[in-house]
Every structure is written in structure tokens, then in C-alpha cells.
């Protein structure tokens, strides 16, 4: 890992986001990669405990608040689960249905906030961030100056919203479902905590830190699945071809990837390619799959080093 780190460091192509204008003030040169395993190991190397924006790393565990509040066979009339091969905020709908095409494209994610149960704004809200505590296990706080910085830019988030509203997909607490989606895409994290999240989702929804449930198991391969798809947006397909892991990434730089049954992988670099994933991000993952043949279909035994599978054999 430290080696991965020393490699990619003085890698500076990319761009940060500035769409949202918060977003572009960040430290262009913040980098680090994080691993916890199910066991609860933690490995971390870089500005590990630098805290930022989930941005759309966040729609992974909201669909599986969603599922949890209404069950598979609700939330998929509502949402898609195919992949777009479009840009995170295209704004497109499926022809037929109506429906978004999946709960990682923005189109299908304000949908999927829109459908967290609760009286009101607050315990949704409440609701939200009850549920990112339990995979990180400790508090978690919404960035104001980020999320009003969301709110009084995203008008295309908002047409979105106008237009699912138009077809009956989502109701008309437009607003609400807006400002809630703008705020779980404003929760703060640090490297460290992101792969304690995925370290859960590859823990049968088990924070393997604090052994709390985060999410009800029996979702997780609805959760995975759709990662695995359709979390890299348009970069998927070639995601799942050479890195093989469910994963999702976010435009402040974040990337996690899940190795079920294994471990939690995050990566952190804010400098984006074109389609809005983490360039370090992505070239860390890649790595990391090939050197300990993490790709879900490879048929050579897994190499995870030692350090990762220290409490194995015990
Ligand atoms: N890809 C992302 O991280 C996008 C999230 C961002 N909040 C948006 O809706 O545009």
C-alpha cells in the first residue's frame, strides 16, 4: 500500500470538481488509501483521517435504507437496476417505465431519498444519519456550507426531480426529497470511515469495528449488485472488466470497493477524469485487484498479504 501511495502521489492529471461551488477549494494533493477487513484490521496510508463530502457514495446506502423501508419489490418499481452507460446526471428516464434507470445515477438516487420513511424533514434526516452512524460507528455531521452550496446550484438535480415528478415516480415533496438528497451528499467522512462502510457491506452488514448491524443482510446482494453494474457510472463496464470488485465513487474524490466476504477498500483524491471517478482512485484499485487477485471471476486464489489476514487462521 505505501508503495501504491509513493506511486501515485505525483500523479496531478485530472481536474476537481467545481460544479458545486465548496467543492472546488479542496487540496488538489490530499490522497490516501484505506483497507479494514472483516476481521477488523485496519490498514491506512496518506490524509486518511481528512474529512470531505460523500457526495454520491452515499446513494449506496441509502438505496439500502430504501429496500429496508420497503423491500425489494417496491423500491424496483420505483428505480431500475440497469446501467445507463450515461454520465452520473444525465437526465434520462427509461422510455417505458418511467423509472430511473438505477439508485447510482442521480436521477434514480433523489428518487430513492424520496423514498426514506419518516414525519417530516427532520426524522428523515434523523433516519439518515442514524443509519451512515452505524457503518461508520461514531457521529457523522452534515457540511452546511456544502450542502447550501448544493442547494442553490443544483437546478439540474432539481429538473430531474421536476420531471420524475411529472411521471408519478416520486411525490410531491419535491423540495424535501431535494434538500435530503443535497444533505446525504454532504456528510462528511474521512478515507478511513469509507472503508469501514464497505468493510460492512462485505461483512454480511456488519460494522466489523463496533459488530453493529448496519444494514439487513439479506439486502446486501441487492446493494452489491447494483454497485457492481452501475456504481462507476459509465466507467462500469470497464470497472467490472479489470478491476472485478463492486464499487461506487463520488465526485469529492472518494472510491470504495467492496471484497465480499473479505475486506473494504476506499481510495481519496479529489482530481477527477471526465467522468467524474477519482484518477488516483481508480489506478489504486486497479492495482490492488491485479497484485492480490481481488476480481470477483479471477480463478486464482486471492493473495491478500499477511497483515490483512492476520486473525484469519485464529
Ligand atoms: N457523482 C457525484 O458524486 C454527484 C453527487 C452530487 N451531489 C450531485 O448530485 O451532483
Known sequence: MNDLYSKYKSLRTGAVADYIPELAKVNPDLFSICTVTVNGDVLQVGDFEHLFTIQSISKVFVHGLALEDHGRDYVLKRVGVEPTGDAFNSIILDEQSKRPY??????????????????????RLNRLLEMFQRYVGKDVFVDISVFTSERSTGHRNRAMAYLMLNFGMIDGQIDESLDLYFQQCAVMVNCRDLAVMAAALANKGVNPLTKEQAVDSQYIKDILSVMYTCGMYNFAGEWAYKVGLPAKSGVSGGIIAVVPGQMGIAVFSPLLDARGNSIRGVKVCEELSQQFGLHLFDCVDRRLPHAMLRNEAS
Open 102 to 123: 438505477n439508485p447510482m445515477v442521480n436521477a434514480g438516487a433523489i428518487a430513492t431519498t424520496g423514498l426514506i420513511k419518516g414525519k417530516g424533514a427532520t426524522e
